[in-house]
């Protein structure tokens, strides 16, 4: 973020649909969240495992 504030933006703000506490390696403040999970694994709509269920509609909690 500091490249774009370095290149002239008056603003940057971080947005996630997804925020997995446990799952986060640095500490940045995220003003928009859409879904605060668990220690769950999730796929489908860009999320894969080993390329598997990326290409899902929907998001899915795997059991």
Do not use: C, H, P, Q
């Amino acid at each position: 973020m500091t490249e774009l504030r370095d290149r002239g933006a008056k603003s940057v703000e971080a947005v996630s649909l997804l925020r997995k506490k446990s799952a986060r390696e640095k500490k940045i403040e995220v003003k928009y969240v859409g879904f605060d999970l668990e220690d769950e694994f999730v796929l489908g709509y860009g999320l894969d495992y080993d390329g598997l269920g990326r290409n899902y509609k929907d998001i899915y909690k795997a059991l």
